[in-house]
């Protein structure tokens, strides 16, 4: 049995004294990355302070654990989820060059690794 939503409702891992905690942003398909970004904002803070009452199932989790220095990671996805995504830690890294007008074949660039968990059922149909 396969749900298909009209909606999309993302649960975002945020780190709370007692744990990791999944509140869910509401709607994202409707809103702006600004405005995404300050609901997440003010999601941590309620976290925090203990305030938070946006806990709910999302359709898919965002979890960054690149701010603990983890390069890469494949997050589980939740039973009622379609799939989550895992954001490692930012890193130089040298890559070829594609400037046709630079000395250097090599260049160094800011690279994130990120991993996609996908229910395999949302995937390719399969029950």
């Given amino acids: 049995f396969i749900r298909k939503y009209n909606y999309c409702d993302i649960n975002v891992a945020l780190q709370a004294d007692s744990g990791v905690l999944l509140p869910v942003i ?3 398909e409707s809103k702006g990355l600004a405005a995404i970004a300050q609901e997440t904002h003010s999601l941590q803070a309620e976290v925090n302070n203990g305030e938070s009452e946006a ?3 999302g359709t898919f989790t ?3 654990l690149g701010m ?3 390069k890469s990671f494949l997050p589980i996805v939740s039973d009622y989820q379609s799939a989550s995504l895992g954001v490692g830690t930012i890193s130089q890294t040298v890559v070829p060059n594609k400037d046709p007008d630079s000395k250097s074949k090599f260049q160094v660039k800011h690279v994130v690794t990120v991993s996609l968990s996908c229910d395999h059922r949302v995937v390719d149909g399969a029950v």
């Fill in 55 to 57: 806990f709910g199932h």
């Fill in 68 to 70: 603990f220095g983890v």
């Fill in 62 to 64: 965002i979890t960054n």
């Fill in 26 to 28: 509401r709607n994202v």
